[in-house]
DNA sequence: CATCTGTTATATATAGTATATAACAGATGC
DNA sequence: GCATCTGTTATATACTATATATAACAGATG
């Protein structure tokens, strides 16, 4: 069932990249809301790995607002709870550290909004596929 | 001399704040190419930290190709080395992942727009209040 | 009641981070 | 030449983060 992808060889956290596999997967509707996430347990056996990474990864999307947890189904996926100047002031940080590297590269504001229109097609696209009915990878 | 400020609270390991900081100067023209990093000895006792890991950060950042280190001078700014498609390619996994980030928070297309737009005018703010001789921060 | 769920606790091994002390080779200025 | 600066390397230590392994508990399900 699950599209996830852990490197072990690389430097980000196996409950990091668990983490921002999930998110990309609901950015790009391969998993919607409502949808419930495998158990921790049955996770980590599909995936290789413990229990307990699978469960820091849960956590933390909890925290962060993406999942909602509860004991009888699971992890639930519910991002939506925070409004929009919350949700700027969030990605704000993160987005200046790139767009600062961005600007020391050489790259334009052009440039960045090309890549974003990019970046962001490239999740609608892939919203269209599954509607088409194609495989899920 | 210098703008760096650590965060000893923060969960982003030191060498990761010069790094980031030392990036963001570089975007906003607090320094310029050409200019040259104080050395490691002296930014570890302005900033009340190890040489080493100040170390770390200028290897970083000589790995990532910000600066290039002379025996005699030191650590010396020199972004440009690489090509836009390249640059581009670097990028794009990082803005990935804040994108998808922040279209599950409900940000849209427009949102992204005007926020790189906000961010992108507050690195050319600082250039012009530079560029007037006002003191540095 | 067996079996699933999330959650918690404890222990252990490994890797990353930050520090301290020390030394070496090259370059600079007196 | 010599003291002094530079980056660089080596070693050791303390602490934290990461990932694993076992185990147990309470709530929910069929």
Not at 30 to 41: E, F, H, K, T, Y
Not at 89 to 100: E, F, N, S, W
Not at 113 to 134: M, P, S, T, W
Request: glycine letters at 6%.
């Amino acid at each position: 069932m699950m599209f996830i992808e852990i490197d072990f060889n690389s430097d980000e956290a196996i409950y990091q990249q668990l983490c921002n596999q999930i998110i990309q997967g609901i950015a790009t509707a391969r998993i919607a809301q409502g949808d419930v996430l495998p158990s921790v347990r049955q996770l980590a056996d599909e995936v290789g790995i413990n229990m307990h990474t699978v469960n820091k990864a849960y956590s933390l999307l909890k925290q962060e607002g993406y999942v909602k947890v509860d004991r009888r189904k699971g992890a639930v996926i519910s991002c939506s709870g925070q409004n929009k100047d919350e949700a700027k002031q969030i990605i704000r940080k993160d987005m200046t550290g790139i767009l600062a590297q961005a600007r020391c590269r050489g790259l334009t504001k052009e440039d960045i909004a090309e890549l974003v229109n990019d970046i962001y097609n490239a999740f609608d696209e892939y919203d269209r596929v599954k509607e088409a009915g194609r495989p899920k990878v």
